[in-house]
């Protein structure tokens, strides 16, 4: 009796043992842009166009992915393409720039963020540029 107690014993405490915290599911992204990119066409004084994209849900524990990809609206092709990707699960804002902007185009640029954590994590913003 006295070896059915201490086994029962020894399972209860290993039962009540400290166990590993459980992570919070990985917020879904949410972004958007500075200046506020809305319906309307963005305008771009030079040849490049710089924005800042901000990180409003918590930024991923391994951070994110950024892929920029515009096209020239009159023809279809793409005129300029970046791939950044931040590090770390502080990081917020994110300073970006679009390049090789053609005096009297129309251009559509689409900014993808994507987890590093979890692919199926990503959200996209796209806007109409030109420059003036």
Request: contains cysteine; positive net charge; hydrophobic residues 35%.
């Amino acid at each position: 009796m006295k070896n059915l107690t201490l086994f029962l014993l020894v399972i209860f405490m290993i039962g009540c043992g400290k166990k590993d915290p459980v992570e919070p599911p990985e917020e879904d992204l949410k972004v958007s842009t500075n200046p506020a990119i809305g319906a309307d066409i963005a305008g771009a004084l030079s040849n490049s166009f710089n924005y800042k994209l901000l990180i409003n849900s918590k930024p991923p524990k391994t951070g994110v992915k950024i892929d920029i990809s515009v096209k020239n609206d009159l023809d279809n092709s793409i005129t300029f393409t970046q791939s950044t990707q931040t590090s770390s699960n502080t990081i917020s804002s994110i300073d970006l720039q679009i390049g090789n902007l053609v005096p009297g185009n129309l251009y559509t640029a689409t900014t993808e963020v994507t987890s590093l954590n979890k692919a199926t994590n990503k959200t996209q913003i796209v806007f109409k540029i030109a420059r003036k």
